[in-house]
């Protein structure tokens, strides 16, 4: 018993490990294709607007470790904890969207993107960029390994597949934006699915 949960623990750390290689291979294709695509000034304008989106995904990286250690330290039921970490993640991810769109004229000024539109965008990104940290640190918190690996996956090669067609049919960095805004959608539809179908309860072992 004891050998097949060390087994099952690397295969889960395995997949994990993967996803996070795809999700950075992904990542740096699509800096590079925006790059080619683009060109120096324009692709300027994008990296600014990334480094702003990174520098906001802080939060999420904040839910996702609160909700990893509430969930794996097992002394809640997982069943209560889990929606109000839920709760939590969607009142997050919402409120910190409606700041950063009041802020749209800054962000765009400061950034000298000259694009109300594509400033507005980092406010868009930012409600499903924080929904995921939520949900996956939901799906760690949890030790659901294949979940987590999908959801992870499905944070970059969507954006390197639509990013790229997007700006090969308008190279314009806003539509590297959209690329991100929009596709961020896919990594968040991924982990509500893997919350709904959860059917383990404590004490039984998990994916």
């Known amino acids: ?79 209560d904890v889990e929606p109000h970490l839920v709760r939590l993640t969607l009142v997050s991810a919402f409120a910190l969207g409606v700041v950063l769109l009041v802020l749209t004229p800054v962000i765009d000024v400061t950034l000298q993107l000259g694009d109300p539109l594509m400033a507005a965008l980092l406010g868009i990104s930012a409600v499903p960029l924080t929904l995921v940290g939520g949900l996956t640190g939901i799906l760690q918190g949890e030790r659901r390994w294949g979940a987590l690996s999908a959801v992870q996956v499905c944070l970059g090669a969507p954006r390197l597949v639509v990013g790229v067609a997007l700006m090969v049919w308008r190279p314009e960095p806003r539509w590297g934006a959209v690329a991100v805004a929009v596709t961020l959608v896919v990594p968040v539809a991924v982990g509500l699915h893997a919350l709904r179908h959860r059917h383990l309860r404590p004490g039984t072992e998990r994916e």
């Open 1 to 79: 018993i004891l050998a097949e949960a060390v087994d099952a623990r690397i295969r889960g750390g395995g997949g994990v490990a993967l996803a996070m290689l795809v999700l950075n291979v992904t990542t740096y294709g699509f800096t590079i294709a925006s790059a080619h695509i683009l060109g120096p000034t324009d692709y300027g304008a994008l990296a600014a607007w990334m480094n702003l989106l990174l520098v906001v995904n802080v939060g999420a990286l904040g839910l996702q470790a609160t909700a990893a250690r509430r969930l794996s330290s097992g002394e809640h039921d997982l069943d």
